[in-house]
């Protein structure tokens, strides 16, 4: 996997051609979200560019750890004169964003998620590296900008996320290389490692087992529902159930796992994960996407239970 030379050139050219430069990932963060967003940025500023993070969503307390969040402001600016988005190639994946994207005068995208739509100056999407953090990576070494210590936790936080603590399938030689140039550069991987698997509060461990308690189970697939009552009532964040899919596909015998999350204003998100089994395409044929192995979409529906029921089924015919 490696980005091209021209689209490299043509990226260094719209950085130095801009003045004002915005940096906004998907709704509902994660840790790939974050680290690249919030790694290229710092990186660029320390190249000498006035460089904003678009902060339009809220962070889950595991991701609090890091380094720049004062940087991720929902205050930011209508347009930019170049407007870079992370780890997201479908408009609808950026929110309140959008407007910021069509009101700016040059945008680009930098990605590795599959199928995506987006219509910008400049698409740089890989899906065959695991993480959008590996790519930051690859732009800041080759268009030579400053890697310091907080850049390279920020990028090595991004790939142990996205890769599962690198075990997804999609973990490749090069992975493992950038992880290592990054602890050579200064990210301190005890540290993140500690703060992001060592450090759960017992809160969440009792709201995840009281989750795969309830878990259903479907031959050789599993279907679990994070409700906003079980939120409440064991005083977690909707975040907090993430690693429950994990756990469910992890289980032997099991290929896929499905956890349906409600959230605000009738949405149901749905995440998936699997073993052997391409569910990519599956979210991408209602409405959403990722990868072969993790993937995940959005129901809209009146009620939890009609939106579990939907969810089911699609489940079902996996």
């Known amino acids: 996997m490696t980005i091209s030379r021209e689209n490299l050139e043509q990226l260094k050219s719209l950085i130095d051609q801009a003045d004002e430069i915005g940096v906004v990932s998907h709704v509902n963060p994660d840790g790939d979200n974050l680290g690249s967003s919030l790694g290229l940025a710092r990186a660029l500023r320390n ?22 969040l004062e940087y991720y402001k929902n205050d930011y600016k209508d347009s930019y004169d170049l407007l870079l988005i ?14 910021v994207a069509h009101n700016s005068k040059k945008t680009a995208v930098i ?3 599959l199928g995506g739509k987006i219509t910008s100056d400049l698409n740089i999407i890989h899906p065959d590296a695991p993480a959008t953090c ?39 030689r090069e992975t493992f290389d950038v992880a290592g140039k990054l602890i050579d550069a200064g990210a301190d991987k005890d ?27 479907i031959e050789n697939k599993v279907f679990a529902i994070a ?24 289980l032997e015998g099991i290929e896929v796992a499905m956890l349906l999350k409600e959230y605000d204003n009738g949405e ?17 044929e209602n409405g959403g996407g990722g990868h072969v192995n ?14 579990a029921k939907k969810a089911y089924e699609i489940l079902k015919n996996i």
Do not use: C, W
């Open 191 to 217: 540290f993140i490692y500690q703060a992001l698997y060592q450090n759960k509060p017992i809160k969440t461990l009792k709201f995840e087992t009281d989750l795969i308690a309830n878990a259903e189970f």
């Open 268 to 284: 149901y998100k749905v995440s998936m994960r699997s073993k052997g089994i391409d569910i990519a395409k599956v979210a991408r």
């Open 227 to 250: 409700s906003k009552d079980k939120v409440d009532e064991f005083g977690v964040q909707m975040g907090d159930s993430e690693h429950v899919v994990n756990i469910l596909r992890d």
């Open 111 to 113: 990605d590795h998620h």
């Open 134 to 172: 590996q790519l930051v990576y690859e732009i800041i070494n080759k268009l030579d900008l400053p890697l310091d210590e907080k850049t390279a936790g920020l990028l090595f936080t991004g790939i142990v996320t996205d890769t599962g603590r690198f075990m997804y399938y999609d973990t490749n």
């Open 47 to 68: 190249y000498g560019k006035d460089v904003e993070v678009l902060g339009h969503d809220t962070i889950d307390n595991y991701l609090k750890f890091l380094p720049d």
């Open 294 to 307: 993790a993937s995940g979409f959005s129901i809209f529906d009146d009620s939890l239970e009609s939106a």
């Open 86 to 99: 992370l780890d997201a190639s479908e408009f609808d994946r950026i929110g309140d964003a959008q407007p």
